[in-house]
């Protein structure tokens, strides 16, 4: 593996939320080999599931998706990693995702239950301590909400309704705003799920849960607008699955062929922006993409075995290792990343409370 420079000083943590337990299992990386030390665990509340960085590493974000519905503002100590729970506010839903604009201003949340979206404003230390200033409701099953890189607009899949909504911030209000147009569709049942920007703002990848593709968009960086350039599968034909059932459908088992279905779930792109990955839950594989430089379309690589119904990916801040959870699987897998192909390599396996999904990890120098 060609080697890049990098700190071996750097200290670097990595948190998974468990649901099932009810905790966020706390880990250092050694940046030489990528090997995790357990450090400790803090019990959250049941069903904590997506979780998010400040932009200025002082605060982990973590939503807990059980009774009453909250955001935790959790201090990291940057010399140990440790979490220390310093507010806690109210949110309107049950939330599938979690973000915050590159300013750190604003946190964005979406309700894939409740067909919404919410922003709750940031206090200048960095907490969440009010509720939402602002719920939007959207199409069916809103499952991510992110930032593009100027943090001028913002994106949201709706996984129900096969589109992606397009809006602007105004942070004379701290609100968003519908764009022009207000969204872009998917192909109908496709179910998009997760979404990443491209490192140089130019791209967004959009990863639809029940078929298994992944959409690339351009990115208009002036107007905060998408237009589609390809759809590429990321699960091969071999694979034996049949898309996934539209969530409108799948209780009255509509149209089911019993086969196992396409069940995809994250997305993640290196900090380089030369690879990009995405996990299959059914077959619990992550799958490998090249990105090419010239104008971010995508080439299949190849696939990888990984931990049981893999439903959290995440790549650390140097772009050399890359973490992922199972929710049906009490280890984590570590892998170094070729800096030349992209390729995973194991590193090992770690010891994880019940239900792991949700995966950040912090680099401080």
Request: hydrophobic share 35%.
């Amino acid at each position: 593996m060609n080697q890049t420079s990098f700190d071996t000083r750097a200290r670097t943590f990595v948190y998974v939320s468990a649901a099932t337990a009810g905790t966020i299992d706390i880990y250092a990386m050694n940046m030489a080999t990528g090997a995790l030390t357990p450090e400790s665990s803090l019990d959250v509340g049941q069903a904590v599931m997506p979780m998010a960085v400040s932009p200025d590493r002082r605060y982990l974000y973590a939503v807990i998706r059980s009774q009453p519905y909250r955001v935790l503002s959790l201090a990291i100590d940057d010399r140990t990693g440790q979490l220390t729970q310093e507010a806690s506010a109210a949110l309107p839903d049950s939330m599938a995702y979690v973000s915050t604009d590159p300013s750190g201003r604003l946190l964005l949340t979406a309700s894939y239950g409740g067909n919404k979206i919410a922003v709750l404003p940031v206090d200048g230390d960095g907490r969440v301590t009010a509720e939402a200033s602002q719920v939007i409701p959207t199409g069916r099953n809103a499952h991510s909400i992110v930032c593009d890189g100027t943090g001028k607009y913002v994106f949201v899949t709706n996984l129900g309704s096969d589109a992606v909504q397009q809006f602007a911030i105004d942070f004379e209000t701290a609100s968003l705003k519908p764009n022009d147009p207000a969204q872009v569709s998917t192909g109908p049942g496709f179910g998009p799920r997760h979404i990443v920007v491209s490192p140089d703002n130019r791209s967004a990848y959009v990863l639809t849960e029940l078929t298994g593709h992944v959409v690339h968009y351009a990115l208009d960086a002036a107007k905060g607008t998408l237009s589609e350039i390809e759809c590429v599968a990321s699960v091969p034909e071999d694979a034996g699955l049949s898309p996934g059932t539209p969530p409108a459908l799948s209780a009255a088992n509509h149209g089911d062929d019993g086969k196992p279905k396409i069940w995809a779930a994250d997305i993640g792109i290196t900090p380089n922006g030369k690879f990009l990955y995405t996990t299959e839950r059914t077959t619990s594989r992550i799958t490998l993409f090249h990105v090419s430089q010239h104008d971010g379309t995508l080439a299949y690589v190849t696939n990888y075995e990984t931990e049981r119904q893999p439903r959290g990916i995440r790549i650390d801040p140097s772009g050399r290792f890359l973490v992922a959870s199972g929710e049906k699987s009490d280890r984590l897998s570590v892998y170094t990343i070729d800096q030349t192909d992209g390729a995973l390599m194991p590193v090992g396996r770690y010891p994880v409370n019940a239900g792991a999904n949700w995966i950040e990890i912090v680099t401080f120098a």
